[in-house]
């Protein structure tokens, strides 16, 4: 099995930035294909789909990237590692929100995704194989940058459906048959912003609307486990989760790359360049 993951180092000036880009694989590595029920399609639909195209150039702005290959119905790397459905692995006794843990256990249609429980030795090969690797990789980029600089920021990198979960969901939930709500076109995720400081948050925000695009903080992904692990800003590690709304560069029906990429991508450049800039100002 080749490496779960994919770093690109600076090839300009360095920065403290780190670009991490945790769901936009498609590979579904030989051993763990036997259980999967869900269909092709929503192994595009629930990536982040070319996202790792966008922000291709961050290198170029002294960025360090860190790309997950893996696909997130083997296992999801931007969750915990006790984030264990009980539906899902054999002995868990974990109850996780939506059915989407470490493991999926449905699409984000509410497909089946598997058609049975994992026993703790495959799950445990996952880990083993794909997450703790991914995580000991991001762990000592953080501490090279940190070393250098004396400090560390990660861009969260992600992209969102466009509008929030489907009317069915929403009915099965016993709000009725009201229609799905849009989505802003950027969210920033800090929990509540606690995981980065201030001045990095504002930025996300300020880049996003000097483009005219609307800003929802923490509405709905407030960040995963990157953003929660490692945002510490009293240590000197400074966390965003980036979410894009789909419709901005994606053709959600065909998957394809919409006529927005290339603004799209330009805009993820120069985001970079001014989080890299920000950081390199606040250094100790």
Known sequence: MRAPFEVFEPTAAETPLIVEIPHAGLEL??????????PARA?????????????????HEGATVLVCRTSR????VNRAETDVDGEVVEGARGDVALQHGLVWRSTSEGETALSRRLTQ???EERLELIWRPYHRKLAALLEHKRARFGVAMVLAAHSMPSVERT???????GRGAVPPRPRADVVPGTRG??????SFIDAVEEHATGRGWTVRHDD???????TQHYGRPAEGIHVVQVELARRLYLDEVTLRPGTGFPVVRGWCRELVRKLGRLAMLARP
Request: charged fraction near 30%; proline fraction near 11%; charge should be negative.
């Open 29 to 38: 590595p030989a051993p763990f294909l036997e259980p999967i029920t869900a």
């Open 43 to 59: 192994l595009g639909r629930d990536a982040d789909l070319y996202v790792d195209g966008l922000y291709e150039e961050a290198p």
């Open 73 to 76: 119905y083997a296992v999801d």
């Open 121 to 123: 030795p495959e799950l």
């Open 167 to 173: 009317v069915r969901d929403r009915a099965r939930e």
């Open 193 to 198: 912003r606690r995981s980065a400081a201030g």
């Open 220 to 226: 709905p992904y407030a960040g995963g486990f990157t």
